[in-house]
């Protein structure tokens, strides 16, 4: 028996690295010096964790990374004045606020108020439009690395079925829109929580991508031989054997698929890691636009 | 055996434009007064139809229309320049831009020029952003009439699977975008040219959308038993039995369809006359937002 493939997304997030460094190499020579501003509100641990990497991922490449802490109690008209304030500084291209914010905030005002032009998280609504329009300025960070995993593995998506788990604003949905834009071409179905008959809907997928946040939800049931299958799930569950007692898992329960899927992303290790090359991405794409050059593609 | 249902986008429009003249009427008592403007540039005979259909339809609901008319040779920047004094006009609440346009003037541009508020067409990104985002400004015409019709004709789409053919920023992108979203909770796959075995991912649906400007694509192998099919398309052709010559049809084989299908949308008669109800609908929320409301469901 053939055996699945594992499309690392660790290997490939590197591979993706070296050529964004490169690229932060030219634009130095030119004189131009990429910044990241990440904005943390409160105390939330797993915020400071992820923040941490992206702090890491700007320094390994040599792009600023300039982390703006603001307390727990912080008011939205202060954290919004911030912003304010970060989108006039020229020396900043990007702009990320991290979520989740203290209930007194609403996040979607935070998004509307970042200049869409250092928007690198690409949440802005304008942005959103403009990739629904087919033009995107930046992509989406997770769904655009489901898209590269798949690529630098050799997975063409033209023409193919492609199902999605999920119809979150961060990944299902956007993914959806990229997927089925001219140059990717694939047909797509957007399923959710009120999809019926969900198994057999996720059995005509040639590609199946599930970020629903449900631990070990796709099974042998939902897949069909050969399929490739992303998961982009990150779920924490209890688990006595590990130092811990808690472990992280997928949306894709690996054991069940591994004698039918084609080849298959892990959790940890998958998709996990590409979100912040995209982030950096963008990042270095934001300078490029805000220094009169065109997007540089990977 | 079960006549096939005809959904007249005729009576369901008329049945809307009753609401929305109510609509226009209280806001009338309140001192607001709804405008419209729209600009057409250049001779397209089918545009000044069109325009003028919009200023009728505005001026049979109380809705003041104002037309800008400019020759073909305008310039991009004269255009533009147009449309910046139209969002700075307090007297106006939405404004839209007949194309084609000439091809001196880069529609988008245009598109992105119109102040997100008064963008009635629900074309500007971050209009369009909102609405991927789930929670949008203005509907999309043509898509918002389709979802109209189906809802006063009784069908839900919850947990249906809906399969729309064809992926145009007009039409099925958005309408898939719309499908998709809380509330209206349909499982969408969107086709276009590139998918493979169409006929077969049709006959999956429970509503099935054509819109992708080929006359008579759908026939009867596309549609399952007791399916609901909507047709988008307007498709001009040859036909020396009719005294111009030529007519119009649709995507759909409607005769080919009509021992299979539940229900259906002839053309004309359809989807068409749904548009300008739409956008009359998207005119007046404008003038209420503007006047510090919030929208008018339908």
């Known amino acids: 028996m053939k055996e699945m493939k594992i499309l690392s997304g660790k290997i490939i997030s590197e591979e993706i690295r070296n050529e964004l460094k490169k690229e932060v190499d030219n634009l130095s020579t030119e004189g131009i010096k990429v910044t990241l501003a990440v904005i943390l509100v409160g105390d939330d641990p797993a915020s400071h964790v992820y923040v941490s990497h992206k702090e890491k991922g700007c320094a390994a490449m040599g792009v600023q990374s300039i982390v703006e802490r603001l307390p727990e109690e912080t008011t939205e008209e202060d954290l919004l004045r911030l912003v304010q304030d970060l989108n006039e500084r020229k020396d900043i291209d990007g702009i990320l606020c991290q979520v989740p914010l203290p209930p007194q905030i609403d996040p979607q ?24 329009a087919g033009a995107p300025r930046f992509m989406p960070c997770t769904p655009f690395g489901v898209l590269q995993i798949l690529k630098r593995s050799g997975y063409s998506t033209s023409g193919k079925n492609v199902v ?67 998961d982009v799930g990150v779920n924490r569950i209890d688990d006595p054997n590990h130092p811990k ?20 992303t892990p959790v940890p290790g998958g998709v996990g890691p590409m979100t912040i090359s995209m982030l950096l991405y963008n990042t270095i794409n934001a300078a490029r636009l805000r220094n009169g050059k065109t997007t540089f593609e990977l």
Do not use: Q
Request: one cysteine or more; a neutral charge.
């Open 109 to 132: 005002k935070v998004i509307e108020m970042i200049d869409p032009m250092k928007d690198v998280d690409c949440f802005h609504p304008y942005n959103l439009g403009l990739l629904t």
């Open 245 to 264: 007692g808690t472990r992280l898992v997928g949306d894709v329960d690996f054991e069940a698929i591994k004698e039918i899927a084609e080849a298959a």
């Open 164 to 230: 999605i788990l999920g119809r979150s604003n961060i990944v299902g949905r956007p993914l959806s829109i990229l997927l089925s834009l001219k140059g990717w071409d694939a047909t797509v179905t957007l399923c959710h929580s009120r999809t019926k008959n969900i198994e057999k809907i996720c059995r005509s997928a040639d590609i199946l991508v599930a970020a629903i946040g449900i631990p070990h939800f796709v099974s042998d049931d939902f897949v069909k031989k050969n399929a490739v299958v992303i």
